[in-house]
């Protein structure tokens, strides 16, 4: 069955640097992926689209990169800041929105 | 301002009390969709509208229903609720009619509390 995996655990980065988060997904072909940020008891928001074709994304501080050979997409946020802190869903689709399948989500902790 | 506007935004009900989740969007998007989310299991889709009259099921629609008259409005209905539809729910919608991909404009969300 198709399964998008991001790690569990949170993950806790000193201000400044670089936060990666992982997304990897097995029995699945993804068209498109999607990233969004998550404040507690908020709605998603949504950050980057990157399409099968292309390999990395860029929009301000945030790159996106999709290699469709390792089936994972990495989500990197450079000089990150506290107010940066939140949880980081991806999401899949074969190709329509009616397909979109989330994965369960990263919580990126950001200190001074 | 574009937004996504579900209500309540909190509830607490109890077991066979018939309730509705409202949903409206007023960016003329023609797909919606409904999703629920619970710990360690994420986002699931419940049900979901191309457009006006036309309505699909995800992947969770057991004990849900839906409907589209207008294509602002797309109300979530537990017909008769049961705890395990306790849960957060957001409403979401998208340009794109469902045909190709663009970004999900969310709802804040509906914390629904079934006892």
């Known amino acids: 069955s198709q399964k998008i995996e991001q790690n569990s655990e949170a993950l806790n980065i000193q201000e400044g640097k670089t936060a990666t988060l992982t997304c990897n997904y097995t029995?699945?072909?993804?068209?498109?992926l999607q990233w969004y940020r998550q404040d507690p008891g908020r709605g998603p928001v949504f950050l980057l689209l990157?399409?099968?074709?292309?390999k990395e994304k860029r929009k301000e501080r945030l790159k996106v990169t999709f290699d469709t050979t390792l089936k994972q997409s990495l989500f990197h946020i450079t000089a990150s800041q506290p107010a940066d802190s939140a949880t980081y869903l991806c999401?899949?689709?074969?190709?329509?929105?009616?397909?979109?399948?989330f994965g369960t989500g990263t919580r990126l902790q950001v200190t001074l | 301002e574009a937004q996504v506007t579900q209500n309540p935004r909190y509830l607490i009900t109890v077991t066979g009390k018939k309730l509705t989740v409202t949903c409206s969007q007023n960016?003329?998007?023609?797909?919606m969709s409904w999703y629920r989310q619970d710990p360690g299991l994420g986002l699931r889709q419940i049900y979901y509208?191309?457009?006006?009259?036309?309505?699909d099921k995800g992947d969770v629609p057991e004990g849900y229903k839906v409907s589209r008259k207008e294509k602002r409005n797309f109300p979530l209905i537990l017909e008769s609720p049961s705890p395990n539809q306790t849960s957060l729910y957001f409403c979401?919608?998208?340009?794109?009619?469902?045909?190709?991909?663009?970004?999900?404009?969310f709802g804040e969300g509906s914390r629904l509390t079934v006892l």
């Open positions: 979401a919608s998208t340009a794109s009619g469902g045909w190709d991909t663009g970004e999900l404009f």
């Open positions: 029995n699945y072909s993804p068209a498109y």
């Open positions: 990157i399409r099968e074709n292309e």
């Open positions: 999401a899949l689709t074969t190709g329509t929105a009616s397909k979109l399948t």
């Open positions: 960016m003329n998007h023609e797909y």
């Open positions: 509208s191309m457009n006006v009259e036309v309505t």
